[in-house]
């Protein structure tokens, strides 16, 4: 079997120290973050320095008629959860609501921190022992020298027992989810992506940049083992003129498990560029990736050639479109391949704003509760908000996946949420979320489906 189906063949090996060196890079992030600070404290007066900093805390109150996403022997709960945060921003507040504002590039500036963190009390009303501490965090950070050379430090942390987690790539929509679920139980864990990386720009669209991440995964479990992926990405984007340009991009990715086998992986992809106008785009792309396992695992490789083609309708609406074929070499056994497809929609209109995206082809699930990696799938998404009030936005989200996995399941996951919140005062916020879903599998262990409800009401300074 190629190892990423499934981590049948397992080794068990020391992990203390392993583990010490993960939890000691786990914090760098935010050791820099609280350097970044303080250095702003010698720059600036104690006023100043108010008007920076944004207390909140939040009070939800949850309601799950299956909180360990089982197929039989259903669980409900309320779940009471208290959130004190603290975020610190250098980004400029509005004078109506007095919020920080993102910025149109984060490089408007020479330098600025935005850290935003969240700690969470988390009570169950009758499986009393699942009672925890949360955490939520994120940080960006960035130092530009000569407008040209920029360094930046991007954090992304979480402390959870959410059987199924939020994809945490930077890419990824808002209501989309690993592939990967924790079931039975709730099991906490803890992720923290660190970020470094410094972009060079010689030229208006000509940049070389370098890349680096750690993303530590550990959970309380032994029916889950702690992973380390360490990846390097140095890349180039070159115009040879205004409408012909390339891409060049390479990836390095050291993977390590506590009881599967370890992985090298590299990535290769390059991209050609034409532009018709400034409307309209087309692209060639191919990528390469090679996995390298450590026995008994089985080394395989992909590769991946597309076109595709972006295109803004209006300066509100935007599109693109990319197809192409894979196909994954293993070491051992047959080649498999399929059709990969990327499209997605833009709207961001002044009160409505919408994303719809359908993606398929194949996937990797490493670093993950699970690791289920090397997997096929086909994937819907769609989000939809709207300005209803001049206090009031609303909001539908729906998803529908279909993943093929690598030991013969087939799992079917769609799920659809409905959210509204209102600006009851301009420091006090009321929402509501409703949401379902279900998975439907091949092997009847993995099923499920979920009611939920949310009720939270925030206060911010």
Not at 76 to 94: A, C, H, K, M, V
Not at 185 to 206: A, C, D, H, W
């Amino acid at each position: 079997m190629v190892r990423g189906c499934h981590p049948s063949h397992e080794k068990f090996i020391g992990s203390g120290g392993k583990m010490k060196k993960m939890k000691t890079i786990s914090r760098t992030g935010w050791f820099i973050a609280l350097f970044l600070v303080i250095t702003s404290f010698a720059h600036a007066e104690m006023k100043d320095l108010l008007l920076h900093f944004q207390p909140s805390i939040t009070v939800e109150e949850e309601y799950s008629d299956n909180i360990y996403l089982t197929s039989k022997n259903r669980k409900s709960d309320f779940i009471t959860t208290i959130y004190p945060g603290l975020r610190f921003s250098t980004l400029p507040r509005s004078e109506k609501t007095g919020q920080f504002q993102p910025a149109s590039t984060s490089t408007d500036t020479k330098y600025g921190i935005d850290l935003d963190y969240k700690l969470g009390l988390v009570y169950y009303g009758k499986e009393k022992d699942n009672n925890f501490v949360s955490h939520r965090g994120t940080l960006n950070a960035w130092y530009t020298l000569d407008r040209r050379l920029t360094f930046r430090v991007m954090d992304y942390l979480i402390r959870s027992e959410e059987g199924r987690e939020r994809e945490y790539s930077a890419t990824a929509l808002e209501n989309q989810y690993l592939l990967s679920t924790q079931r039975g139980q709730r099991t906490i864990y803890l992720r923290n992506v660190f970020e470094p990386s410094m972009e060079y720009q010689f030229g208006k669209e000509n940049s070389v940049s370098l890349n680096y991440r750690n993303n530590i995964y550990e959970n309380d479990s032994r029916l889950y083992q702690d992973s380390q992926e360490d990846f390097i990405n140095p890349r180039l984007s070159y115009w040879f003129n205004i409408r012909n340009g390339v891409s060049l991009e390479y990836g390095l990715t050291f993977g390590n498990f506590d009881r599967s086998p370890d992985f090298i992986g590299h990535m290769g992809r390059g991209r050609y560029t034409h532009r018709f106008n400034q409307k309209t785009s087309l692209f060639g792309d191919y990528t390469y990736l090679k996995r390298d396992f450590d026995s008994p695992s089985i080394d395989y490789d992909v590769h991946r050639p597309t076109l595709g083609i972006e295109h803004a309708f209006n300066p509100t609406l935007s599109g693109r479109a990319q197809f192409g074929y894979f196909w994954q070499n293993p070491e051992k056994g047959s080649t498999t391949g399929g059709f990969s497809y990327d499209i997605s929609l833009t709207e961001k209109a002044q009160k409505t704003t919408y994303t719809l995206s359908f993606q398929g082809g194949y996937t990797e699930d490493y670093f993950t509760a699970e690791n289920l990696g090397f997997n096929k799938y086909h994937r819907a998404v769609g989000t939809i908000t709207h300005r209803l009030l001049e206090r009031m936005d609303v909001g539908l989200s729906g998803s529908l996946e279909r993943a093929k996995l690598g030991d013969g399941r087939t799992d079917q996951i769609w799920g659809v949420t409905g959210n509204a919140s209102y600006e009851l005062l301009k420091w006090l916020t009321l929402s509501l979320d409703v949401s379902h879903r279900e998975n439907h599998s091949n092997m009847n262990v993995f099923d499920y489906s979920e009611y939920r409800g949310m009720f939270r009401i925030t206060a911010t300074y």
